[in-house]
């Protein structure tokens, strides 16, 4: 968020809430459209093909054989100093690793109110509605992590699954559990009963850099075993700029091919290793694909796997990066009801009532300088601070108000959300 913001990025970040009913800080002389970017998740799930629209949270729901997913760029050339086999050599080590994932759930459909009016049943009687109760299936792919049975995918593919079967490369076909789920980073763990499966390496996606190779292996729209490639497009693109501003994930960009069906699988570089887990295209684009980065995977896994949970440190603010520009368009318009002093910093633009914020005495209008001591530019290095904090630990804040200098410590509470 320094300098001017990126096309289809929202100029707030807000760690508050996603189900609490808050919006986006918006204003037109302040914002870029982001109407033309669709987020599509390529698990189908429970809906074949979950979306998101950028600008607002609308689920959408569509069936993979209706999708507009346009092809992606070709590959690059291989150099001449790799190994023009290398590909083969990742896809016969790491894909007897890659699992299909089949879900299903049954769903009851709701009667409207009017329905229930005496009114109806007394001339209707019998001849009303009754609920109807249907099967909605769906797949998606996923990678194992241990070999007694411990399997990695994305929340949206196993999302309110009443049963969850994985297919083996080899043709096996076992029943899975979910063992957790988390909905903010959209990263599941599921088990199975077995011993001695084959597993996946992981790989550190912290030291990933753009330009490198990637390779994609997953079961898109139904087609098993698909092996794409591509390169590491960017690293770091934040959730509201790829227009999914309710996950919490910084996510790596590639081209390589990926499709719904996908989802849950794994993105790998050249020697093999996992660096990202597939998960979201961008529909209508080219070569626009976003992968969970492999280390925010198996840090959420791994509590999911010890507590069946995940906790997220929040503050309860909504925020901008300050530059000069926005300064003087913040003071510019009355109707805002903000005065900006500052040039650089963090801006909080909105406070959530009764969260760890609030409790710690910030306002609307605070800018924010330092974080534990550390000078901070933008709102996402505000919110990867406080996402490695500790919940109930303490966040040391650095403060402009109105000109003076304060010093505020917060403690950050648990991100609200639904149980899973």
């Given amino acids: 968020m320094q300098k001017q913001p990126r096309d289809g990025e929202n100029l707030s970040k807000d760690i508050s809430s996603s189900t609490s009913g808050s919006k986006p800080y918006r204003h037109a002389s302040l914002t870029k459209a982001a109407a033309s970017l669709s987020l599509v998740l390529l698990g189908s799930g429970m809906t074949l093909a979950g979306g998101y629209l950028a600008g607002n949270h609308q689920r959408v729901s569509e069936s993979a054989s209706n999708l507009a997913v346009s092809p992606v760029n070709a ?107 988390d909905e903010l980073t959209d990263v599941a763990v599921i088990k199975v009963q077995a011993d ?35 390169i590491i497009s960017a690293t770091g693109r934040s959730s509201n700029q790829i227009g999914a501003p309710d996950k919490r994930v910084e996510y790596i960009q590639t081209d390589a091919a990926i499709n719904p069906g996908n989802s ?53 603010i909504q925020m901008v990066g300050l530059t000069p520009e926005l300064k003087q368009n913040i003071n510019s318009d009355p109707n805002l009801g903000l005065r900006v002093n500052e040039d650089r910093g963090v801006l909080v633009v909105r406070v959530v009532p009764n969260s760890p914020a609030a409790k710690a005495g910030i306002r609307p209008g605070d800018v924010i300088l330092k974080l534990n001591g550390q000078a901070v530019t933008d709102a996402s290095g505000v919110q990867r601070a406080v996402e490695s904090a500790q919940v109930g630990g303490d966040v040391r804040l650095e403060l402009r108000r109105n000109g003076q200098s304060l010093n505020l410590a917060v403690q950050p509470g648990a991100f609200p959300t639904r149980v899973q």
């Fill in 264 to 316: 849950g699988g794994p993105l790998l570089n050249a020697r093999g290793d996992v660096i990202g887990m597939n998960t979201a295209i961008i529909q209508g684009a080219q070569g626009l694909g976003f992968a969970i980065p492999i280390n925010t995977a198996q840090r959420i896994s791994n509590q999911l796997i010890t507590t069946g949970r995940v906790q997220h440190p929040y503050l309860g």
């Fill in 75 to 181: 590959a690059p050339p291989v150099p001449s100093s790799t190994d023009p086999n290398f590909v083969t050599q990742v896809v016969q080590r790491v894909g007897p690793a890659v699992v299909r994932i089949n879900s299903s759930r049954t769903v009851t459909s709701r009667i409207p109110d009017e329905f229930n009016d005496p009114f109806f049943r007394r001339f209707f009687g019998s001849q009303l509605p009754s609920p109807e109760r249907r099967v909605q299936r769906g797949t998606g792919s996923g990678f194992i992590i241990s070999k007694d049975g411990r399997i990695l995918t994305n929340a949206h593919v196993v999302d309110g699954a009443d049963n969850v079967t994985v297919i083996l490369k080899d043709g096996r076909s076992l029943q899975g559990r979910v063992v957790g789920r």
């Fill in 196 to 230: 001695n499966l084959p597993t996946v390496t992981v790989g550190n996606s912290d030291q990933l850099q753009p330009g490198q190779w990637a390779i994609a292996i997953g079961n898109p729209l139904g087609l098993d075993n698909t092996v794409t490639t591509g």
